[in-house]
Each structure stands twice: as structure tokens, then as C-alpha cells.
């Protein structure tokens, strides 16, 4: 089954017969919806929660992906908005990433040694699953939607925005758009065995590279022109594939 992983800029997302399933995990209580979409049953959560309770450091990542993986969830499609840092990824553009670097700190980050799950180190070489980045793409190329086909994510920590500096590192050390969410949902659906990749959407320069100070209010406010064309470019991949 499909599920779809939404941050900022998706609240309004409709399921048609949307049920939402509140549960409880050996990872604390969380919540998702099931429902119709493109004509087929789905899972929907939303990472930030609902009511946006949850900032980026503190967004229950053990306990939604085991829920998802409960609910039969085997194919992960995560949307988040990001900050670009190379051309390809100026404001408006969008990207389905192939690698990651991991800044963030002290997240809970694996389900290692807990719940009885085995001692298990993941591979994590390529850590987007590349069938179902490349359905993405070909989604893409179907309804005539330019996206890159790679980049580098690197994952803050968050809640505040970056320095200069610190994306003037993140450049030098190869990655090209920064966000704050996709560390570490990525590899706890991996040691779930679900597949995941991400398609990102740039909302603003990162720091320093404009003369303006970051606001992220209006950034926000901003993003509804991406996020209806994110829905059609998901709807174009659950129609054309069969999640299993
Ligand atoms: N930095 C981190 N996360 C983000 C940004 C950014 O500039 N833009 C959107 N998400």
C-alpha cells in the first residue's frame, strides 16, 4: 500500500471516505488516515501533526512509521519543503533527492535494541529507494513536470533557520538543498523494510545566499501554487502504479 508522508503547505489534503486512525505503538500514540486516493486505498500522515504541534526536533518519527508500517504500508513517498543551495534548486523548483547528510542531533533515530527489534545495521549507501524514485520521475515525465532527478538533502536540526556559515559548509560538502524532516524518517523506514523516497520543493534561497533575512511565514504563505502541483505529480504515480 501507498502511503504519503506530508510537512508544511498539505493540511488542506483531502482523502475521499478519510478515516483517521488514532494508535498506539511501543513508540508512544500517533495518528494517519486512511482513505481513496486516485482510486486507491491509502495511508496519510502528516509528520508536523495536524494542528502543526510538532516541530521539526520533535516530530515523532519512531512511533508514524511503525503506525505506518502497521497499517500495510510497504511504499513511502515523503514531501518536504526545502531551502535550495544550488541553481537547480531555486525557489519553485522541484526535486526528488538520491542522497542525504545527516546534521541533526539527538533525535531518536533507530528502533535499534527496542521493542524487540534485532541488532540490525542497515544499508544505507543510497538511502531513497531508486524503483521508486524513478517512478516518481517517469510520473513526472508524464504530465510534462520538470524535477530534477538527484541531489543532496542535508537534514538540520532545526526549529531555527541556518547561518550563512553553516550553508556555506553545507555547500562545500556537496548538498544542495537543506530542510529539517527527512533525518531520521528515511532510515527508520528502511530498518522497517518499506520503501521511501522524497520529493522536495523549494521555497526559498537558503541563508545567505540573498541579501534578505529569511521569513519563513511568508515563505509558507507562499506555497500553494508547488503544493497543488505536487498533487497532481502524486496523483500521476498512484495511478500509474500499483503499491504493494
Ligand atoms: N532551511 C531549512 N529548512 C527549510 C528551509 C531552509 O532554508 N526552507 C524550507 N525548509
Not at 531508486?130 to 537534514?155: F, M, P, S
Not at 550563512?164 to 556537496?174: Q, S
Request: hydrophobic share 40%.
Amino acid at each position: 500500500m501507498l502511503g504519503l508522508v506530508f510537512g508544511s503547505g498539505f493540511e488542506n489534503f483531502e482523502l475521499v471516505d478519510c478515516r483517521t486512525q488514532r494508535v498506539s505503538t511501543p513508540f508512544g500514540e500517533t495518528e494517519y488516515d486512511l482513505g481513496v486516493f486516485a482510486d486507491q486505498e491509502i495511508v496519510v500522515l502528516h509528520r508536523h501533526g495536524k494542528d502543526h504541534r510538532f516541530a521539526p526536533h520533535q516530530i515523532p518519527s519512531r512511533a508514524q512509521m511503525w503506525a505506518m508500517k502497521e497499517a500495510g504500508v510497504t511504499d513511502i513517498i515523503a514531501v518536504g519543503s526545502v531551502g535550495g543551495m544550488s541553481a537547480e534548486n531555486a525557489p519553485g523548483h522541484f526535486t526528488v533527492p538520491d542522497q542525504i547528510v545527516d546534521y541533526t542531533a539527538g533525535r531518536e533515530c533507530t528502533y535499534w535494541g527496542e521493542a524487540g527489534m534485532p541488532c540490525a545495521h542497515i544499508d544505507f549507501t543510497r538511502p531513497f529507494d531508486e524503483n521508486l524514485r524513478q517512478k516518481i520521475l517517469q510520473a513526472a515525465q508524464d504530465i510534462k513536470l520538470y524535477v530534477h532527478n538527484k541531489g543532496t538533502y542535508a537534514c538540520t536540526q532545526g526549529p531555527r533557520l541556518e547561518t550563512a556559515a553553516e550553508v556555506r559548509r553545507m555547500i562545500m560538502d556537496g548538498c544542495d538543498l537543506v530542510g529539517m524532516t527527512a533525518m531520521p524518517e528515511a532510515a527508520l523506514a528502511r530498518e522497517l523494510g518499506m520503501r521511501y523516497a522524497l520529493i522536495c520543493f523549494s521555497v526559498n534561497w537558503a541563508a545567505g545566499l540573498v541579501d534578505d533575512a529569511l521569513d519563513f511565514e511568508a515563505i509558507k504563505a507562499s506555497m500553494n501554487h508547488s503544493v497543488s502541483t505536487l498533487v497532481k505529480l502524486l496523483t500521476q504515480v498512484a495511478q500509474t502504479n500499483d503499491f504493494r
